[in-house]
């Protein structure tokens, strides 16, 4: 294994993310070719939390883009204050001033609101990581528009001129895949998919985020969360909810588990009614066998 | 042959092994991948194997296609020194440009964790939600007048349906950015506002019909269906009709001619123009036939191609399962309506359906009103 990404497991894990080669070397890849990366894999996989460490790691700012249906330019990109400019033509017109110096005045750098695409390319002390979260959700308008801007790092405003990046910011961007995410963005991207992590993963997840948990609790929990996505499940539970339920439990004082425990507190890692229905009562007996067994 | 170019033609080759088992990998990716060995431990394999999934971008459903290739093609090279040599040339070469092709449109796979429940009335005792439940096959004359009705209700519900995006609009909220751009024309004074207001979406959609003698009373309504939609629909491009049997037939050109009239007088109008209504099904044959003369035209990211069809068909497998595979990489979804999948104990099993199931982003019913309730939710643009 390459030393800088032997190097880069040990720094996330310093900062409470226990990565597997397969992210490591992904990451590694992505800020060395200056290239986004696109990470899809189930909800509460860590997706988000990558971005997060990464930024910590490089002591950089994070910048957050929350996608949605319907996001557009004016929420992702820039913004005038029509507000600030409207006072600000008032004031012009009684100062006399000719149309020029009035536009020159209202259409500069102070009177526009920064959204985070564009601090995120603006910003001078350096490249800040810029996470693009849930792109599915976005819908296919913004997708071609974003390309745009993640291949130039360079957005025009018709009344500024063109601005370059200061500094190509680290950009990852995550999907649920509740959409496939167009084929020229994927290309412009590279690719982690995360899965679900192995048992000996989880249990080293747990041991550092959760550091009260015992060993014996962890394994349990560990186990049981193994056991529970082998079954069919409409959302199966990801490391997040493993990590909340392992809170809960060290809130409730248990020390492991047992049915009663369990079925008080499996809304922490079930969200979902008919999973919950379904792993009610008898039904959770194999599954508990599982992990105490 | 040289030593970089070595390297070079060992990933070229690995690449195509890819597309020969239907992994998208393209110039680009190669050129990517190209440059991430250089970045790593060309001894490792593990890491070489994690670095070109990451690079070539291979995706979670191609990962074990992905595993056995490379397994099987990516020759252990031990020989560090020389293949750092080739390193350093390939880094010196520069990486590739990338090349991007036009985008080509991407089936939504994951449309079955969408809800399908129907939306709006509310289920109880009234002589409408007996309709609704009422199996096609058994309706009475006076039943049919009631159902044209619901389904022009059901029609404009899904024509109507809004999106998330804002357009300009004479009502709705103010638009600021465009209301000042407009004030800045007339120095600063805001004579008007302007507005936005969400956009109506309407679905786009393909649907083929069998009209086959089993599929009859089917047929008849779901084509009431899709003409009611069209009637409410802005856009005359907005669906395409095809119905078939032993033969293709497109059947918009003649909806367009037509009069609104009572649903049943325009279903016997276009009865005769399918030949073989109401006969026998060769349905791989038709939807090979669909592919090749209208896949291209009629069928593009944004539709949602339905198919109904009970898949009862006695013809050979081979041409469906192609022709489905086709139509589901361009779609942006493939429902398939089996009016025998309303009954519980139904399993997918006759060939042609068990061929098709692979391409097929869901499988529902299509016995009564209620189920073509339904698929509103599924249609939607």
């Known amino acids: ?148 801007v993640l291949s130039d790092f360079q957005v025009t405003i018709p009344e500024l001129g063109t601005i370059r990046a200061e500094h190509i910011p680290y950009v990852i961007l995550t999907s649920n895949r509740t959409r496939e995410i167009g084929d020229a963005l994927r290309r412009r991207c590279l690719y982690l998919y995360i899965e679900h992590p192995t048992l000996e993963k989880e249990v080293r997840i747990l041991r550092t985020r959760v550091p009260g948990a015992g060993a014996r609790l962890a394994e349990e929990i560990g186990r049981f969360m193994q056991a529970l996505r082998r079954r069919r499940l409409s959302r199966a539970p990801g490391v997040a909810e493993t990590i909340d339920w392992a809170q809960a439990l060290l809130h409730l004082h248990r020390e492991h588990l047992d049915r009663e425990t369990v079925e008080q507190t499996l809304g922490c890692i079930l969200k979902d009614q008919h999973d919950l229905r379904d792993l009610s009562g008898a039904a959770l007996d194999p599954v508990l066998a599982e992990a105490t067994g | 042959m040289s030593e970089p170019a070595d390297l070079v033609h060992h990933l070229a080759g690995f690449a195509r092994a890819l597309r020969e088992h239907g992994v998208g990998v393209n110039m680009s990716d190669e050129a990517d991948g190209l440059a991430a060995l250089t970045l790593i431990d060309l001894g490792d394999r593990a890491e070489v194997r994690r670095a070109l999934r990451t690079a070539l971008k291979i995706r979670q459903r191609d990962i074990s296609v992905f595993e056995e290739l490379f397994d099987r093609l990516w020759t252990a090279r031990t020989g560090s020194a020389r293949l750092l040599a080739q390193k350093r040339r390939v880094q010196a070469a520069g990486r590739p440009r990338p090349q991007t092709g036009a985008p080509r449109p991407r089936p939504d796979r994951d449309s079955a964790l969408e809800s399908v ?193 009970d898949g009862l068909d006695r013809g050979d497998i081979a041409p469906l399962a192609d022709a489905m595979r086709a139509i589901h990489a361009r779609a942006r979804r493939v429902l398939w309506l089996n009016p025998l999948a309303g009954d519980h104990r139904y399993e997918p099993t006759a060939r042609a359906m068990a061929a098709a199931l692979p391409y097929i982003d869901q499988l529902l019913p299509a016995h009564n009103l209620e189920s073509l309730e339904r698929l509103l939710p599924l249609l939607a643009a």
Not at chain 1, 71 to 76: F, G, Q
Not at chain 2, 149 to 163: H, I
Not at chain 2, 178 to 189: N, Q
Request: hydrophobic share 40%; proline share 4%; charged share 30%.
């Open chain 2, 117 to 309: 429940m129907p939306e709006g009335d509310e289920p109880g005792y009234s002589p409408e939600a007996v309709l609704r439940r009422k199996p096609f096959d058994e309706l009475s004359p006076a039943d049919l007048l009631a159902m044209e009705r619901l389904l022009s209700r059901l029609a404009l519900r899904l024509a109507t349906r809004t999106s998330r995006r804002r357009v300009p609009s004479v009502r709705g909220e103010v638009d600021l950015r465009r209301s000042f751009r407009r004030a800045l024309a007339h120095g600063g004074e805001y004579l008007s506002l302007a507005r936005r207001a969400r956009a109506i979406e309407e679905p786009r959609l393909a649907v083929l019909c069998d009209t086959s003698g089993s599929m009859d009373p089917h047929a008849r309504f779901l084509l009431g269906f899709m003409l009611a939609l069209r009637r409410v629909a802005k856009s005359e491009r907005s669906s395409e009709i095809f119905a078939f049997n032993t033969s293709l037939v497109r059947l918009t050109p003649f909806l367009r001619t037509l009069a609104p009239e009572r649903l049943s007088r325009v279903l016997e109008r276009l009865a005769a123009e399918v030949p073989d209504w109401a006969g026998g099904t060769r349905i791989g044959e038709c939807l090979a036939e669909f592919v090749d003369h209208h896949l291209d035209q009629r069928v593009d990211a944004r539709t949602v191609v339905l198919i109904l069809s």
């Open chain 1, 1 to 148: 294994m390459r030393a800088e990404i032997a190097t880069l497991q040990e720094d996330m894990e310093r900062l409470g993310y226990i990565a597997d080669p397969a992210i490591t070397t992904a990451l590694f890849l992505s800020r060395e070719m200056r290239r986004p990366l696109l990470i899809e894999g189930d909800a509460g996989v860590g997706k988000t939390e990558i971005a997060k460490v990464l930024a910590r790691l490089l002591d950089t700012e994070l910048i957050r883009l929350q996608c949605y249906e319907g996001l557009d330019v004016s929420t992702s990109l820039y913004e005038w204050n029509y507000q600030r400019q409207m006072l600000r033509l008032r004031i012009a017109e009684q100062e006399q001033k000719s149309a020029e110096e009035i536009e020159d005045l209202i259409f500069g750098r102070s009177y526009l609101l920064e959204r985070p695409l564009l601090r995120a390319i603006t910003r001078r002390e350096g490249p800040a990581v810029l996470l693009i979260d849930e792109i599915d959700r976005a819908d296919d308008g913004f997708e071609a528009f974003l390309l745009e």
